[in-house]
């Protein structure tokens, strides 16, 4: 109940923009956009796998650097990941309204969460997932580049562009091989690079797009890649 609610005050606040007030309950908060209450009951994701964080049983979970069957079977392009909420509830509510009404308020909002888990490790440039360029007019902006733009200013870090070579028709109703094989040869990256990047995105759904753009990151000479995203969608999901 309390994430419906949540959902429902986030897409109210989204639209209002309200500053001072709490983005979830609207209750007067001057030091966040949040008050504590509702940043606690946010749907973490407390226990997921160190490489691409999809969430681990807490019993499974030995140690800060577990990994999920899926990366020791075939490990992604990419080293880490740091996504520390869930793709639920208020979470989804902001990501919708930031990615399909490009509501600014609900992207500073994302922001700031990102900015509350920071990566130990981001390396030396930050590398949004591109989008191509009729998806990029169609939908008016790249939210990764945005994101990528406004953490980059705060972590004093450049932004890295890519180019992304083929259309993807949508990936919803895809397991996690049949978009890997979708976007095999997806991406591409002028060299030279550096030696650690981060992959920033909205939204990690199977870890599929961060490996093609890792793959052809460590091709462009990159020698290490990690992500860094807002949410994570289980693949007991997808």
């Known amino acids: 109940m309390i994430f419906t609610r949540l959902a429902h005050y986030a897409s109210t606040w989204a639209k209002k923009g309200l500053p001072g007030y709490c983005a979830f309950c609207l209750s007067p908060e001057s030091r966040a956009s949040w008050c504590q209450e509702c940043f606690m009951q946010l749907p973490w994701n407390d226990s997921g796998c160190f490489r691409c964080k999809e969430p681990l049983d807490a019993g499974c979970v030995a140690s800060v650097q577990a990994v999920c069957g899926h990366c020791r079977e075939q490990p992604p392009a990419f080293t880490a990941a ?59 902006f790249n939210q990764s580049y945005w994101l990528a733009t406004q953490l980059g200013r705060q972590v004093e870090l450049p932004v890295i562009k890519a180019e992304c070579l083929k259309q993807q028709p949508s990936q919803r109703t895809l397991n996690r091989n049949e978009r890997m094989h979708n976007l095999m040869g997806a991406f591409r990256i002028n060299g030279p690079l550096p030696k650690h990047l981060t992959i920033i995105d909205d939204v990690v759904t199977t870890g599929a797009t961060g490996h093609a753009l890792a793959r052809e990151a460590l091709r462009a000479g990159a020698q290490r890649v990690d992500i860094w995203a807002v949410a994570r969608t289980p693949l007991i999901h997808n």
């Open 82 to 140: 740091t996504v520390e909420l869930l793709f639920e509830g208020p979470i989804r509510a902001l990501v919708h309204d930031f990615k399909f009404n490009a509501s600014p308020r609900a992207g500073m909002l994302l922001v700031e969460l990102m900015m509350a888990n920071v990566p130990n490790e981001l390396g030396s440039a930050l590398l949004p997932v591109p989008m191509h360029t009729v998806r990029a007019r169609k939908r008016g």
